[in-house]
């Protein structure tokens, strides 16, 4: 159980383009999803917290405008990164809390996006 | 300033020993701490969670340790086998801004 899933695994896109990563929980529901992105040999780091149903919040530099998260229902949160530049090429990975079980601060992560913008 | 250290440089062990991975932190108060095990190419798989109130947690042939004075957890894999090889995250959750920080891992390498 406890399985996310993100689609797609990999994509590649000119720049100026836009492109949606798919973040969904397939066996649990989530009211909390997190954006991350993971710069090679890197840690990752959290862009934004979306909440079903409300708006994301966003770490401090990461331009909301650029990086369009929804989070439209409690199996779904998708991230749209608009007028892509080379340098948003990343990994990006997202991870997901399961409402059901109280008191649980286990994230589940999905298997990750790689954007390269050429 | 905020910091999770872990070693940067890869840890390199012959199979069937104990590895020890460290994660240091400063001026954080994380409520818990969590291990994760990343493979190239993919998300993070959770592996074991302790609380600031605990000081070791086991679950097969993981263990974890935490002393929030040295402000410090130690994981060990004993009886490490080459399938172990990955790299192994540390991460802070802050009940106070409601996220996991993570440290930049260190990767370890099991010989067969």
């Known amino acids: 159980g406890a399985v996310v899933s993100q689609h797609p695994s990999w994509v590649i896109c000119k720049s100026g383009t836009s492109v949606k990563i798919e973040c969904r929980s397939l066996?649990?529901?989530?009211?909390?999803m997190f954006w991350y992105r993971q710069f090679p040999k890197q840690s990752l780091m959290l862009m934004a917290t979306s909440n079903e149903g409300s708006k994301a919040t966003y770490e401090q530099g990461v331009e909301k405008d650029k990086f369009l998260i929804n989070h439209a229902s409690l199996t779904l949160s998708t991230l749209t990164v608009t007028s892509a530049h080379p340098e948003d090429s990343s990994f990006y990975i997202c991870?997901?809390?399961?409402?059901?079980?109280?008191?649980?601060?286990?994230?589940?992560f999905g298997p990750g996006t790689r954007l390269t913008v050429t | 300033s905020q910091k999770i250290e872990q070693n940067s440089e890869a840890l390199n062990i012959q199979e069937g020993k104990t590895a020890t991975l460290t994660c240091n932190y400063t001026?954080?108060?994380?409520?818990?701490l969590q291990w994760y095990r990343q493979d190239p190419g993919r998300g993070p798989v959770f592996l074991l969670l302790i609380r600031e109130n605990e000081k070791e947690k086991r679950k097969e042939r993981l263990k974890v340790t935490f002393d929030t004075t040295l402000k410090q957890s130690l994981f060990h894999i004993t009886a490490s086998q080459p399938a172990d090889s990955a790299t192994y995250l540390c991460a802070l959750w802050m009940d106070s801004s409601y996220k996991l920080i993570f440290g930049s891992g260190t990767r370890l390498l099991v010989r067969p």
């Open positions: 991870s997901a809390r399961d409402r059901q079980v109280l008191g649980s601060y286990e994230q589940y």
């Open positions: 001026n954080y108060s994380p409520a818990y």
């Open positions: 066996d649990f529901q989530a009211t909390t």
